[in-house]
């Protein structure tokens, strides 16, 4: 080989391996408790203890195949269609909002990870926030709901403070069929990170994904079980650079308190399977066949649009005839009196349907005993570290391996009228080398409170009930509570939209 191919070689083999390097970032992150010093990594987004309303929450999380309200989105996305046996009307609509104080986080192990939580980061960096909407005509049903995360890196100046936000979007359509019998949901999840100086407000970098969802309940009129199954579809996001770019290695990092953070350059929910079934005991029925009012008065619809179409007939034959503006006026306000009387019969006979619904819900409302079980599975994530190590910098690998979480629930209409009372378990996987499953208790009540019309804004009849849930564990506790309505209420007016407020 002459001097000059031997140049030229040289000059393609180190213009590669400048290529190679680049390509590779700092290279893949090391061993655990080893620091960060590459932004080739993933956070893995997995969410070990059960977070979610109180009556998720008290039943361990075995919610899958209960799947009411919106409680039930983030367990199965066939839940904004499944109608429980007290919403009756064509259009129907349900509230959540749900938000995690900073001081809740205080002296335990949040993710499980073997360490003190407080010990690695303070509690005042974290924030969760929970909004969600669920809306229903007849069998079809739209459902959005938040799952908002953020966590804060203190800068070496307030103005340098980072701030990471991760919403998870959960848009969803689920369709009932055979009077709700059968649920099917399709939804996707919309996971989204950002890293932004807290203080401005100012992007430094996003990163974006999208999974598909899928659910289903089975729920046969008359039967005393119900089962459910939910498939979530791992994400995991692409990024786009705003105000901070890789350098040289491909490494992403920005001034902290300490030094310099590497900065991921993707996020990751992992793939999960959630399978389960409800049976109840006693009188209640817990899968009563599911009509509207408007089928109930389905035929009081029709008979009043066939003497609309015959009276319009009339009408104009009338009019036809009319020898003077004024006897035409005289034909007009006749039939107009004529379809006011018909409206109130058809107005009369559903308010009539109303009260007979109200009638069988109140005698729906008796003793029973509700026993829930679920078994969700977790798929791994590659190359990953928890929150936690992120926030710390230092390594700490999650999601290695697939994990599972057996879950059991018990609900008891201890006193039906005023009082039910929950109680479950549920197992939590860890993620982490560096710590073992653990198992949890958790317990919830409903009381009845006073009826309030919420100054003209509810009907007059409308009963609030007051919703407490608790979860504990080893280094592991949080509680909240829930103000809603109590159902099914007694024979009035219609229901009315049906506001959550979950402070956990």
């Not at 960060?36 to 203890?49: K, M, W």
């Not at 389960?276 to 009563?288: E, L």
């Not at 798929?379 to 230092?394: H, R």
């Not at 280094?475 to 309505?485: K, L, N, S, V």
């Amino acid at each position: 080989m002459s001097r000059r191919s031997k140049l030229t070689a040289f000059l393609l083999l180190s213009a590669v391996g400048a290529v190679a390097r680049q390509a590779a970032a700092g290279g893949p992150i090391g061993a655990n408790e080893s620091q960060i010093q590459t932004s080739d990594y993933a956070i893995d987004l997995f969410q070990g203890p059960v977070f979610a309303g109180t009556r998720v929450t008290g039943l361990g999380g075995a919610y899958v195949a209960i799947a009411e309200d919106v409680d039930g989105d983030l367990q199965n996305p066939a839940a904004p269609a499944v109608r429980p046996f007290f919403s009756y009307s064509h259009f129907d609509y349900w509230l959540g909002f749900g938000i995690t104080f900073p001081a809740s986080l205080s002296n335990m192990d949040f993710f499980n990870s073997g360490a003190q939580t407080s010990k690695s980061t303070s509690p005042d960096s974290f924030l969760f926030f929970t909004p969600a909407v669920n809306l229903q005509w007849g069998e079809f049903a739209v459902g959005l709901n938040v799952a908002m995360q953020q966590y804060t890196l203190p800068g070496p100046t307030p103005e340098e403070t980072i701030r990471v936000t991760v919403p998870t979007t959960h848009l969803q359509f689920a369709r009932g069929f055979e009077h709700n019998q059968i649920v099917l949901g399709l939804g996707a999840r919309l996971l989204s990170m950002a890293v932004e100086r807290a203080q401005s407000n100012d992007a430094l970098f996003k990163s974006n994904g999208t999974g598909v969802e899928l659910g289903a309940v089975y729920k046969p009129e008359n039967r005393p079980y119900r089962l459910g199954i939910a498939y979530r579809a791992a994400i995991q996001t692409q990024s786009t650079y705003r105000h901070v770019f890789p350098d040289e290695n491909g490494d992403i990092t920005v001034p902290v308190s300490g030094g310099d953070a590497y900065l991921p350059k993707y996020a990751s929910l992992p793939w999960d399977f959630n399978f389960g079934f409800a049976v109840q005991v006693g009188p209640r029925p817990m899968n009563p066949p599911w009509r509207s009012t408007a089928d109930a008065v389905e035929k009081q619809v029709l008979e009043h649009r066939l003497r609309q179409l015959d009276r319009e007939e009339r009408k104009e034959e009338a009019l036809r005839q009319a020898r003077s503006p004024a006897e035409a006026a005289d034909i007009k306000q006749s039939f107009a009196g004529e379809q006011i009387a018909d409206d109130r019969r058809l107005a009369a006979a559903e308010r009539a349907a109303r009260e007979r619904t109200e009638s069988r819900l109140r005698e729906m409302n008796r003793f029973y005993v509700q026993l829930s079980a679920s078994m969700l599975v977790t798929g791994p994530v590659e190359n990953a570290v928890g929150i936690e190590s992120f926030l710390t910098q230092t390594v700490n690998r999650s999601g290695q391996k697939t994990v599972y979480s057996p879950r059991l629930g018990v609900e008891w209409g201890a006193i039906p009228e005023f009082m039910k009372v929950r109680g479950g378990t549920y197992l939590e996987p860890t993620r982490f080398e560096t710590s073992e499953p653990r198992l949890h208790a958790t317990a919830g009540l409903d009381f009845k409170l006073i009826k309030w019309n919420v100054f003209g804004l509810w009907p007059d009849d409308y009963i609030w009930r007051l919703g407490l849930g608790l979860d504990a564990s080893q280094r592991y506790y949080t509680w909240g509570f829930t103000i809603a309505g109590w159902y099914p209420r007694r024979a009035g007016q219609p229901e009315p939209a049906r506001p959550e407020v979950t402070v956990p």
